[in-house]
């Protein structure tokens, strides 16, 4: 995923000696991180892309975790690990319809969110096989279940423009690394973790599982030994970041601008991002998040009140701090310049848009409850907000020679049927991951393609 969107930041980089006639016209990048969707999960009865109906007898049967082919699938449990009274027992075994019989679930409600985390991610692909979806998730047959995307106002853009069938999460697992693989490319280091924040792997690389863990997927959902850090100290799944907002509070009488160092954040990162590339070339940048300036003040409350905005699962706001991947490194710490220059609010990214004064490359993070993270929010209220953006950057006069990426974190635990790109040069041991949309949107975009 982060080739292809690279590929927009050389040229801007390089436009100044660039000859005309190619992409060096494009002067405006804008790139919207939604959450957690795969591609089939959206978008899999698009016409002409490859989706379902594509997807071969082995990717869409599901094994259990012996191997064996489940004679249909598990019921979808609730988080304590029992049937979800709400859905139907047995379904067979491959995908389905959510928003169809026996289900008859709206894409405007909170529906139940799929594990998605870095060693369950990478086993479900299954080399590239993707039938061990539902052996390694947490919510039983419930992953294999997609929407008629057609109903969306995005399904309309995707006409319109293009819609890339072969574009992939960068890494493995959850939003916290693939927020990090956008603007890094890499999986940051925290060698000091404790022992509780590490994962436990069995002899063969995978997550150990606890004692009882069920043998069998249709007696419940498996019971890893999971954790945010790797056995070797790379934060593979959400750790907090060092700064305000954090999930973790200030310490009590400590700086309101800092996590409590004892609640283990992660240290402030050096390493080099794509917005120490872009201002070192020139590039004007900056990473627009909804509810930004109300959760760093949410974040600098006195350690003793409550919290209002951060991770909060009601308001306007419900804001995730580890979707603000600049807030994890050192050179955007409180009071730089750069985090000043550089991280704002949605309501500056409206009114940049409104005077065409957007800087050449923009990131835009939606706050949790227009993301379409699945279980806090739903799919509707993104759908219709992603709208209003795109008709809203389609009217500023930066428009002529803007190209707008829309795209998804990662899968949300999904199962889709492509398998990622494997070899040399190609993956590693952080991904790619599963299949996820994206849309281009652009003056210049292949339309209806």
Not at 196 to 215: F, H, T, V, W, Y
Not at 409 to 430: C, K, L, V
Request: aromatic share 12%; charged share 20%.
């Amino acid at each position: 995923m982060n080739k292809f969107i690279a590929v927009f930041f050389l040229v801007l980089a390089g436009c100044a000696t660039a000859p005309a006639g190619g992409l060096e016209r494009i002067e405006t990048i804008v790139v919207i991180y939604a959450e957690n969707r795969s591609f089939d999960h959206l978008y899999g009865l698009f016409p002409g892309a490859n989706g379902i109906a594509e997807a071969t007898d082995e990717q869409k049967t599901q094994l259990d975790h012996d191997g064996t082919a489940l004679p249909h699938l598990p019921p979808v449990f609730t988080p304590e690990g029992k049937p979800d009274e709400r859905f139907p027992e047995q379904l067979p075994n491959g995908p389905f319809r959510i928003d169809a019989p026996p289900l008859n679930r709206r894409w405007d409600e909170l529906l139940p969110s799929p594990v998605h985390a870095y060693y369950q991610n990478r086993a479900q692909i299954n080399g590239g096989r993707n039938n061990l979806f539902v052996a390694i998730t947490n919510v039983g047959g419930w992953v294999m279940g997609y929407f008629d995307g057609s109903r969306m106002k995005l399904w309309k853009w995707a006409q319109d423009y293009t819609l890339a069938d072969h574009f992939f999460m960068a890494a493995f697992g959850g939003s916290y690394l693939n927020h990090q693989w956008l603007i890094c490319a890499c999986t940051p280091r925290f060698p000091d973790a404790p022992p509780i924040m590490r994962a436990r792997l069995d002899e063969k690389g995978n997550l150990a599982k606890a004692q009882g863990s069920p043998s069998a997927v249709l007696k419940g959902p498996a019971q890893p030994l999971d954790d945010a850090v790797s056995p070797d100290g790379y934060t593979v799944n959400t750790v907090q970041p060092p700064y305000q907002p954090s999930g973790i509070p200030p310490a009590p009488g400590g700086s309101l601008d800092f996590a409590d160092p004892s609640r283990y954040p992660l240290p402030p990162q050096k390493g080099k991002t794509i917005g120490d590339t872009l201002s070192a070339k020139g590039v004007s940048w900056a990473w627009y998040a909804g509810g930004w300036n109300a959760a760093t003040a949410d974040g600098r409350r006195d350690p003793k009140e409550k919290r209002a905005v951060i991770y909060a699962r009601e308001g306007s706001f419900r804001f995730q701090p580890h979707h603000q991947p600049f807030n994890y490194f050192e050179r955007f710490a409180p009071g730089t310049a750069e985090r000043a220059r550089h991280l704002k609010d949605y309501e500056d990214l409206v009114a940049d848009i409104d005077k065409g004064t957007l800087p050449q490359v923009v990131f835009y993070k939606p706050t949790g409850r227009l993301n379409q993270h699945p279980s806090y929010t739903d799919l509707a209220q993104g759908d219709a907000h992603l709208d209003d953006l795109l008709h809203r950057l389609k009217s500023s006069r930066q428009w002529p020679k803007m190209a707008v990426i829309v795209t998804y974190d990662e899968n949300g635990g999904y199962w889709d049927h492509a398998p990622p790109p494997s070899g040399p040069g190609w993956s590693d041991r952080w991904g790619p991951g599963t299949r996820v949309p994206a849309l281009i949107v652009s003056p210049f975009a292949k339309r209806g393609f």
